[in-house]
C-alpha cells in the first residue's frame, strides 16, 4: 500500500501530479521509496537537494567531513554560515528546509566495509557521489551483493561520466573497469581541480536517473554509459555489456563479500590530504624553514606551472610530477634536495621516484607549501 | 584517418590535443601509431609487458572493443574511436 498525500503535499508536488509519467500515484511512489547518497559533496549537493525537493521520502547522507570555505565553488548545498560543521548536518538542515515533508537519515561516519551493508540494505537506490576509487568499488560491490541499483557519476575538471549500474539487469561498475589504476597511473593528483558548475550538470542527471528507476519511467542508463564534456559540450554514449569475466556480478564471481578496498586500490579513501614518505624521508616546514636559514637546499617544486600563480617559494626550481622522470638529468644526486607540492602527495611520488633512481639525500616536504603558508609564511595563501 | 578521442585527463600527453588522427586498419596499428606520435602516453595504455591495461577501455562507435574483437577490431576511416578513463570523480588535489 502506498502511502496518501496530504493536502500540503499535494500543493507542493501539484507539478509533478501535472505529469502524467509521475501523476499521484508516482508521487505516493516517491513518498514511499528511500534514496541513499554517498558523499555530500559536488555530485551529493544537487542530488539530494532534487531528491528531497521531489519528495523521496527518506534520504540517508553518508559524509564523515566537515564544510570548508573550499568547498563552496561546487559544494552548493553547504554555505558561509555552515563553513566548520559537519556535512551531513549542513546539508539535513538544508535540505528540511526544502521539504519538511521528507525524512533526512544521517551517518556521520566513512563508508567503509564494516558500515556499508548495514547502512545500504534498508534503502531502495543507491547513489555514488564519491570521490575516490575505495569507495566507488565499495559502493558498487554493496549495491551487487544487495541487489539494488547504483546511481554513477564521476567527475574530472571538465568531463563527467554517468551511468545506472544494476548487475540484475545490466552491468556493474567492475564489469566496466575490473579493477582501479595503479595509483602512480592517476593522473587526477597532478592535475585536478574541476569546474564549479560540472557536479551539477552531472548530478542533476544523476537525480534525473534515480526518479526514472524509482518511478519505473522511461529508459534509465542501464547498459548505457554517458559521457559528457562540458568544453565540448558534447554528450557521446557508449553501450555497456554484462563482462561474463565480473568477479562480483559474473556467473563465476569469486568475490563474495566486501574486500579491503584501500588495499585493492593501492590508495587511502580517507585523510587523503597530507602526503607523508614517512618519518625517515620528511622533513616538516618549521625544519625547513631553519634549514634555509643556514644550509643550502635546492628546493623542487614538482606541481603544475599554473599553480605556482597561486604561491610558490623562493629559488625553487619547477618541474612538474608528470615530467620529472625525463628531466632527471636536471638534478643533481650529489646535492640536499627537499620536493614540495600542494599538500604532500605529488611529492612523495616524486620522492618514490627519485630514490628508485638512485636519490639519497632527497626529503619530502610535509604538508607542502600549504603547511608551509600556514605555519611559517602567513602572508602566502591556502589553496 | 580514424580519430581517436583523448579524455581530458590524458590530455595532458598529447600536447593538449582532444582529437588524434592515427594511421592503421585496426585498434592495435592505431595504439601504436598514437604512442609513436605522443611516447609518453604509453605507460598509461599499455602495461609493462605489452598488453592493454584492464581499466583502458575504448569503444569503436557504441561498442567496447572487448566486446568486438579486441585490440584487432577493424577500424574504418574517420570512425571515431574513445578512449574512456577510469576517474575517480571529486576536486581533490594533493
Given amino acids: 500500500m502506498l502511502p496518501e498525500l496530504s493536502r500540503d503535499e499535494i500543493l507542493r508536488y501539484s507539478r509533478h501530479l501535472l505529469i502524467p509519467e509521475v501523476g499521484l500515484e508516482g508521487q505516493r511512489k516517491l513518498k514511499n521509496s528511500s534514496a541513499l547518497i554517498i558523499g555530500t559533496g559536488g555530485l551529493g549537493s544537487p542530488v539530494s537537494l532534487y531528491l528531497a525537493a521531489a519528495g523521496i521520502g527518506r534520504i540517508g547522507l553518508v559524509d564523515y567531513d566537515v564544510v570548508d570555505s573550499s568547498n563552496l565553488q561546487r559544494q552548493v548545498i553547504h554555505g558561509t554560515s555552515t563553513v566548520g560543521k559537519l556535512k551531513v548536518e549542513s546539508a539535513r538542515a538544508k535540505l528540511l528546509d526544502l521539504n519538511p515533508e521528507i525524512q533526512i537519515d544521517v551517518y556521520n561516519e566513512p563508508y567503509t566495509s564494516e558500515n556499508a551493508l548495514r547502512i545500504a540494505k534498508d534503502y531502495d537506490i543507491i547513489l555514488d557521489g564519491t570521490d575516490n576509487f575505495p569507495t566507488r568499488y565499495l559502493t558498487n560491490d554493496v549495491a551487487v551483493f544487495l541487489g539494488k541499483p547504483n546511481v554513477y557519476a564521476s567527475i574530472y575538471r571538465f568531463d563527467g561520466q554517468v551511468s545506472v549500474f544494476y548487475a540484475k539487469e545490466g552491468p556493474c561498475y567492475r564489469c566496466l573497469f575490473p579493477e582501479p589504476p595503479p595509483p602512480g597511473l592517476v593522473p587526477s593528483c597532478a592535475e585536478g581541480g574541476v569546474l564549479g558548475v560540472l557536479p551539477g550538470t552531472i548530478g542533476t542527471l544523476q537525480a534525473t536517473e534515480a526518479l526514472k528507476v524509482l518511478l519505473g519511467i522511461g529508459e534509465p542508463l542501464i547498459g548505457k554509459l554517458l559521457l559528457y564534456n562540458a568544453l565540448d559540450m558534447s554528450f557521446d554514449f557508449v553501450k555497456l555489456k554484462k563482462n561474463p569475466k565480473c568477479r562480483v556480478c559474473g556467473p563465476n564471481a569469486d568475490i563474495k563479500e566486501l574486500i579491503d578496498y584501500e588495499a585493492f586500490c593501492g590508495v587511502p579513501s580517507h585523510d587523503h590530504e597530507e602526503g607523508s614518505a614517512g618519518e625517515s624521508w620528511d622533513i616538516t616546514v618549521q625544519e625547513l624553514a631553519e634549514r634555509v636559514k643556514t644550509n643550502h637546499l635546492k628546493l623542487v617544486d614538482v606541481r603544475e606551472p599554473h599553480e605556482l600563480e597561486i604561491s610558490r617559494l623562493p629559488n625553487a626550481t619547477n618541474i612538474p610530477l608528470g615530467q620529472l622522470a625525463a628531466r632527471l638529468s636536471e638534478l643533481d644526486s650529489a646535492e640536499d634536495m627537499v620536493l614540495f607540492c600542494k599538500s604532500g602527495a605529488r611529492s612523495t611520488r616524486a620522492l618514490e621516484l627519485l630514490t628508485s633512481a638512485g636519490f639519497k639525500k632527497v626529503k619530502n616536504l610535509k604538508g607542502g607549501i600549504n603547511a608551509w603558508a600556514r605555519e611559517v609564511d602567513t602572508s602566502l595563501p591556502i589553496y | ?94
Avoid: C
Fill in chain 2, 1 to 94: 584517418m580514424p580519430v581517436l578521442r583523448i579524455p581530458t585527463p590524458l590530455r595532458a600527453y598529447t600536447n593538449g590535443q582532444s582529437e588524434v588522427n592515427v594511421n592503421g586498419s585496426n585498434i592495435s596499428d592505431a595504439l601504436t601509431d598514437l604512442t609513436t606520435q605522443y611516447p609518453s602516453l604509453r605507460p598509461h595504455l599499455f602495461n609493462e609487458g605489452g598488453d592493454l591495461r584492464p581499466f583502458v577501455n575504448l569503444f569503436v562507435g557504441e561498442n567496447n572493443i572487448k566486446d568486438l574483437q579486441g585490440v584487432d577490431t577493424p577500424i574504418k576511416d574517420g570512425e571515431k574511436i574513445m578512449l574512456i578513463p577510469s576517474i575517480a570523480g571529486g576536486a581533490h588535489v594533493a
